[in-house]
């Protein structure tokens, strides 16, 4: 089993920038993928961010390529989504995720352990 917690969440303008952390524990050893996803009301739960460990390999959609940065810290089991420049459109609650082996996968079927979410709110 893994636990998830995200934090880091708020209420930005438009323009400015966030970073949100998500904090592992329990069998967080092995080869596997950490991600981010977001869900806004009344939409599907979107693929944002993951990231490999070992290797540290990241995969992003074209949706925010350039403007958010994944990363993790092992010695910690952290890991951080920076994200910059927010637009309205990123407004959502943001998840993170957990799954064993090496793939990238965006849909999360395949993600097995979830955090409980953390609300981004950008106005404009």
């Known amino acids: 089993q893994v636990q998830l917690v995200e934090s880091g969440g708020g209420l930005v303008q438009a323009g400015v920038s966030l970073r949100l952390s998500c904090t592992a524990s329990g069998r967080t050893f092995g080869t596997n993928v950490m991600a981010w996803f977001r869900q806004a009301p009344g939409n599907e739960r979107e693929f944002v961010a993951a990231i490999r460990w070992p290797g540290a390999s990241t995969y992003y959609p074209n949706s925010v390529k350039g403007r958010f940065t994944i990363s993790r810290d092992n010695a910690k089991n952290t890991v951080d989504l920076q994200m910059n420049s927010l637009k309205p459109e990123d407004t959502a609650v943001y998840f993170c995720?957990?799954?064993?082996?090496?793939?990238?996968?965006?849909?999360?079927?395949?993600?097995?352990?979830w955090g409980q979410g953390t609300q981004v709110t950008v106005s404009s």
């Open positions: 995720a957990s799954r064993q082996g090496s793939q990238f996968y965006t849909s999360r079927s395949q993600y097995a352990y």
